[in-house]
């Protein structure tokens, strides 16, 4: 892994040099509490999805200032010698609880709350976004794109286009968890352990003197996974019905018809995808796959499987790499509470004009509500972290902006389940490791929790995330006394 300790905005060294000089000074430290959440949920979806925690938890793990570090800090001229000193043996000692990869979540929610010494806090505020906004908005833009080719399958095939390396590697990554189903990237599949597919590109084709020698001759080296590209020339007076004598002549072989079938890259794919499904039938080829690729997304996905496409196997890269139409997650971090050593904890409020962005004070849980009879969501509830929440009891909760949307849970006809998990505790990792497959497993169960109307592409439905009694009125206490009334 490579160190990605100076992966930080200038600022949160200038901010952490004050505070070490402040602690310095007074002989007392400070500990803070910092909530990363987002406000909207991305690509106008009625959820987002939440990755990145896995890297995150080896950012944290690695994170040390190496003597190179030191001396580029030390020639940028605004560190004092004191501070430099204190970052040479320099760690994370806090605790982290975060929601697990996977998890759907809702603006407003702590999707990782830090705890730690002020200066410690501080300086991860950068790296932690710039890891979960950007695993966590690829996960939920492949989750709209699976939604919407339903029951077929999606593979990721963005990296050419993404912006950079990682980009590609853990863009990939988070599609998987977002219920891609493989993808292109060699790299990722050897990292993350997720699989690899592909076919073969134009190119290919043309490097023969005839269509058919090309798929000939890419049959004989994958006989299993036989897909081939049909719209080099003319997709349906050359391509298809040299695909189809190459399956013929497989069979007259006796080579086994396992995966097989073709790619259409080009073209009116709804048009073309059905006269093909038509010859391949006609010839006797009734499972073999059509698969498209060409500047897919979700919405393109929805209107070809409207116009009765027959495709069942999408190759989904630009728009789903780079979440195109929606280029950033937008989630923040800010202070929820302080305290001086290990003094009580005093709850902290930003105030903006914009009522959206007036953060929610001291240290927060999340309890995620189920209806008992269906297993589906009912609400999410934010509560001050030591309010007990229990299902034996009927159960209140209102919408924290327009208070006279109020939903009644009656004991015993829901479940109660709290969605932040330890994952540092001291400094020290405390978090299991989850393959990605796994984890890509949970994601899918989550989503299943979810009802249609939450699901749909526009207009979502939206779930009710309310504040408890006790936390609400906290709010407007300190909203009240920041207002001077």
Not at 232 to 238: A, G, H, I, N
Request: one cysteine or more.
């Amino acid at each position: 892994m490579r160190n990605l300790t100076l992966l930080t905005d200038f600022y949160e060294l200038t901010m952490m040099q004050a505070y070490h000089h402040a602690a310095e000074t007074t002989g007392q430290g400070q500990r803070a509490v910092f909530d990363m959440f987002y406000r909207e949920n991305p690509c106008g979806n009625g959820y987002a999805v939440a990755a990145g925690l896995a890297q995150l938890i080896e950012y944290i793990k690695n994170l040390r200032f190496e003597d190179a570090d030191i001396a580029y800090l030390r020639s940028a001229g605004a560190f004092r010698e004191p501070f430099l000193n204190y970052l040479e043996n320099f760690r994370f000692t806090g605790d982290i609880h975060a929601v697990p990869e996977g998890t759907v979540v809702f603006p407003g929610e702590p999707l990782v709350r830090v705890t730690a010494p002020l200066a410690e806090g501080q300086f991860i505020e950068t790296a932690l976004l710039n890891i979960i906004n950007h695993q966590s908005l690829i996960a939920t833009k492949a989750a709209r794109v699976c939604w919407a080719a339903g029951s077929d399958r999606v593979l990721e095939f963005g990296l050419r286009r993404a912006q950079g390396p990682d980009a590609g590697i853990y863009g990939a990554r988070a599609a998987m968890i977002g219920g891609c189903h493989g993808t292109s990237n060699v790299l990722a599949g050897q990292l993350f352990d997720v699989p690899v597919r592909g076919t073969h590109a134009h190119s290919w084709i043309m490097s023969f003197d005839e269509e058919i020698t090309a798929f000939r001759s890419y049959a004989e080296l994958y006989p299993n996974a036989c897909i081939l590209l049909v719209d080099t020339y003319d997709t349906l007076k050359s391509g298809v019905p040299n695909a189809i004598k190459v399956f013929e002549e497989m069979r007259e072989n006796s080579i086994p018809l396992t995966l097989y079938g073709i790619r259409l890259d080009s073209g009116d794919l709804a048009y073309l995808s059905k006269r093909a499904r038509e010859m391949l039938d006609e010839a006797g080829f009734p499972d073999a796959i059509i698969s498209a690729s060409s500047d897919l997304d979700e919405t393109l996905i929805t209107e070809l499987k409207a116009q009765g496409a027959k495709i069942t196997l999408w190759g989904v890269g630009t728009n789903l790499i780079t979440s195109k139409e929606c280029p950033a997650f937008g989630g923040v971090y800010k202070m929820a509470a302080l305290s001086s050593d290990d003094g009580p904890w005093i709850p902290k409020i930003k105030l903006s004009e914009n009522p959206v962005k007036v953060t929610n004070p001291g240290v927060k849980t999340i309890y995620r509500l189920y209806d008992t009879a269906t297993g589906k969501m009912k609400a999410d509830l934010i509560t001050l972290a030591d309010e007990p929440l229990s299902n034996r009891e009927d159960l209140t909760i209102f919408d924290p902006l327009a208070t006279w949307k109020r939903m009644t849970l009656s004991a015993g006809a829901f479940i109660v389940r709290e969605l932040l998990e330890p994952v540092f505790m001291g400094g020290e990792c405390v978090y299991p490791d989850h393959p990605v497959m796994r984890i890509r497993e949970y994601a899918e169960a989550e989503r299943e929790t979810l009802w249609e109307e939450h699901k749909r592409l526009l207009n979502p439905h939206i779930m009710p995330v309310d504040l408890s009694q006790k936390l609400y009125d906290l709010k407007q206490m300190m909203i009240a006394q920041a207002r001077g009334r």
